[in-house]
């Protein structure tokens, strides 16, 4: 399997601009996060999905941010109008279900969260 | 509330000395706790995970923690540091019931002395 695969790794723009990030999530995983690393304020939830359903968009900032899932193959995180205190690294993980998610509702234990590589926007 | 706390910010050690990044955890629920490693410009790795079967866990290049319930801790060591240890390590939380969040550490940064 390829992993998880962010586009594009970097990206540059002027505030205001439009920023679309993309994530293809590993093949048979049913969770998607989409997470935002600061060094002022570490990693952060933005929001996630399960079958292409948004589940808790609590992280996400503002209106200014919105994040789709049309498929199991595929989200984007957009950003309009971007803006200088946008700038950061925005990960992309999934994950399979917690054990028992499908059967039971009862959780025996969690699955490992893989990460993309990484988008690192600026925002001038 | 669900949180969890990595008390060191930075770790320095000499090469060849053992490594100790300190994690506690705060939660109502059976947590599942793991460990991620972080290189500088990359994305984050699974060192280890911890999901209520054998309390000492070992993971991937010499690296193990061991979950203690009574203290609320999940410590992450190793007996021998090598210079490519250097990176930045998150202590990560999640739970077997309720949302399906992973809730991570602030980040301990372990520098690596020749």
């Known amino acids: 399997d390829a992993g998880v695969i962010q586009s594009p790794r970097h990206e540059v723009t002027e505030m205001g601009q439009e920023v679309t990030l993309r994530c293809k999530p590993i093949s048979g995983h049913d969770y998607l996060f989409w997470y935002r690393q600061t060094m002022m304020r570490g990693l952060e939830l933005l929001i996630y999905?399960?079958?292409?359903?948004?589940?808790?968009d609590s992280g996400m900032p503002e209106d200014r941010f919105s994040a789709k899932m049309p498929n199991a193959s595929f989200s984007t995180l957009k950003i309009q109008p971007s803006e200088p205190r946008d700038s950061a690294v925005y990960f992309c993980?999934?994950?399979?279900?917690?054990?028992?998610?499908?059967?039971?509702?009862?959780?025996?234990?969690?699955?490992?969260?893989?990460f993309g590589a990484g988008s690192r926007l600026t925002v001038l | 509330a669900q949180s969890v706390t990595q008390l060191d910010s930075h770790v320095s050690v000499s090469e060849g000395t053992p490594v100790l990044l300190r994690c506690n955890y705060s939660s109502s629920y059976s947590p599942s706790l793991f460990w991620y490693v972080q290189h500088p410009n990359k994305g984050l790795q699974l060192l280890l995970k911890?999901?209520?079967?054998?309390?000492l866990v070992k993971g991937i290049n010499g690296f193990e923690a061991e979950f203690k319930k009574s203290e609320t801790s999940f410590h992450l060591t190793k007996p021998s540091a090598h210079m490519s240890d250097a990176a930045e390590y998150f202590c990560?939380?999640?739970?077997?019931?309720?949302?399906?969040?992973?809730?991570f550490g602030t980040g301990t940064r372990l520098k690596v002395l020749a």
């Open positions: 993980a999934s994950s399979l279900p917690r054990s028992g998610d499908r059967k039971f509702g009862i959780f025996s234990g969690a699955n490992v969260l893989t």
């Open positions: 911890y999901t209520s079967a054998a309390t």
């Open positions: 990560v939380v999640t739970f077997t019931s309720g949302t399906y969040k992973y809730i």
């Open positions: 999905f399960n079958n292409n359903v948004p589940i808790d």
